[in-house]
């Protein structure tokens, strides 16, 4: 058997690749589909079956265009509304790659058509068998049971599905079974993903907590509480996947814009440069989501997908990583860019303030405003002194809850959410707004005093 797991770490996304002798099959391919060709090629493979878990929400997947280049059947399970030719499977259905045996269950508790993969290698019996779960089981974690509203269904009633899945269909399972999930930590899928890509399911069955035995009515009230945001552009990804997407190729490139035309650029235009340099020097009304971090789900969650784009890099090359990262993500309206070192218009600048410097301005200035732009849950284990949390998502609908003529210190974790927050209230007005480098990280590695709440900020 031939086995690969790639892992998307900017949307916490892996997919799979299994072979045997002549035959191969990918399991939940992201967007860019060349790796899998060239893993066919270098196995001397023929892509036979490009299997979807589900109608993933959080990214676009490229089977159309993978089943195009290959002749493969795309396959979902019986429950997807696809509008495209598609193998669909129940729950005991088989198929075969080479001398691996795929035996499907259906597991809908994410989604209705979730479906979940026993992938068996006939040739050696002692083998464990490998299991791919998609969205319904993750390493620490279960998939979420509240993006799928528009389709009838409540948070608890997909809860109540998911625990029959797990606790049916899945646990029953042997303990030495391999799992092999959709996402890992960082994914808005679940909410306590781990950063480990695969486990065992005895280890899950010890280590996840809502594997732990309980009640159907214990384990909706513990998967369907505390979830994080939904990003906007997840429903349109999952209608996209189930419709199904143009190559990468046949969408139109953006254009070279010149400095008057980026100034006067209808749409939005983001800045992928680190925080520093965005700091630095950056375009009026420019927006700063780094590439060194989570781009394609921040660009989701905060620009419609709709909306015209245009991109400020150092680089060319960043400007075609950031092209084809949000086409990941369902936003296919890149019309321009500019290259730093080609722009001759004014610049802004955002000062970067050191957590050494933050707390002593925290210690003696009373009208300063400390905003910190994680979640809920990451503000409430453990946050700086005096500051007021307004998640990343929500600072733009609640920016009436700052002051635009007061000094404002923006911090997250590590300072790239933070610079993100800063470029949206310069935006807004905010006149003297300061990024804290390093984030709370860097105050809780200096040894500062923390607090803990069990809400924050009153929220």
């Not at 892996?14 to 090629?41: F, H, V």
């Not at 907590?209 to 906007?232: D, G, H, I, R």
């Not at 749409?267 to 340099?277: A, C, F, L, N």
């Not at 218009?345 to 003696?364: A, R, Y």
């Amino acid at each position: 058997m031939q086995f690969k797991q790639f892992y998307l770490g900017c949307l916490a996304h892996a997919s799979y690749y299994l072979g045997s002798e002549t035959e191969a099959a990918i399991i939940d391919p992201q967007r860019d589909i060349q790796q899998y060709l060239d893993e066919a090629a270098a196995n001397n493979q023929k892509i036979k079956y490009i299997i979807e878990t589900h109608s993933h929400a959080d990214f676009v997947s490229g089977h159309i265009e993978l089943a195009k280049k290959t002749g493969a059947e795309i396959v979902f399970g019986q429950r997807a509304n696809t509008t495209f030719e598609t193998h669909k499977v129940k729950d005991g259905d088989e198929l075969a790659v080479g001398k691996i045996k795929l035996k499907f269950l259906e597991t809908p508790g994410h989604t209705p058509e979730g479906i979940t993969i026993l992938a068996e290698n006939t040739e050696n019996c002692d083998e464990p068998m490998k299991m791919f779960t998609g969205d319904t089981l993750f390493i620490g974690d279960v998939g979420r049971p509240d993006l799928v509203g528009s389709k009838g269904f409540t948070a608890e009633q997909m809860a109540s599905m998911l625990y029959d899945s797990l606790y049916e269909k899945i646990l029953p399972l042997p303990d030495e079974t391999e799992v092999y999930p959709a996402h890992g930590a960082g994914s808005l899928c679940g909410k306590s993903l781990s950063k480990e890509t695969w486990s065992t399911l005895g280890v899950q069955k010890q280590m996840n907590y809502a594997l732990k035995p309980m009640s159907k009515e214990e384990f909706v009230q513990t998967v369907a509480a505390n979830q994080p945001e939904v990003p906007m552009y997840f429903p349109k990804s999952a209608a996209q996947n189930l419709k199904g997407s143009v190559s990468l190729d046949e969408l139109p490139k953006p254009v070279k814009l010149s400095s008057e035309e980026i100034l006067n650029f209808d749409g939005v235009v983001i800045d992928v440069r680190q925080s520093v340099e965005y700091g630095a020097a950056h375009i009026p009304n420019s927006i700063n989501i780094g590439l060194g971090g989570q781009f394609a789900s921040w660009a989701g969650t905060l620009i419609p997908t709709e909306t015209p784009v245009a991109i400020v890099a150092e680089t060319a090359v960043q400007i075609e990583e950031a092209f084809m990262r949000l086409a990941r993500v369902g936003i296919e309206t890149v019309k321009g860019y500019i290259l730093m070192e080609d722009y001759t218009g004014e610049t802004k600048f955002i000062e970067q303030v050191p957590v050494e410097e933050m707390k002593s301005l925290t210690e003696t200035e009373k009208g300063l405003q400390f905003v910190d732009v994680r979640r809920v849950a990451e503000h409430s284990a453990g946050h700086a002194p005096r500051t007021f949390n307004i998640p990343l998502d929500a600072l733009s609908r609640e920016i009436d809850k700052l002051d635009p003529d007061n000094p404002t210190y923006v911090i997250c974790q590590s300072g790239y959410r933070s610079s993100l927050g800063t470029s949206i209230l310069e935006n807004a007005g905010f006149r003297k707004v300061y990024n804290v480098t390093g984030g709370t990280k860097a105050w809780m590695d200096a040894g500062f005093e923390t607090e803990m709440s069990a809400t924050a900020c009153g929220r």
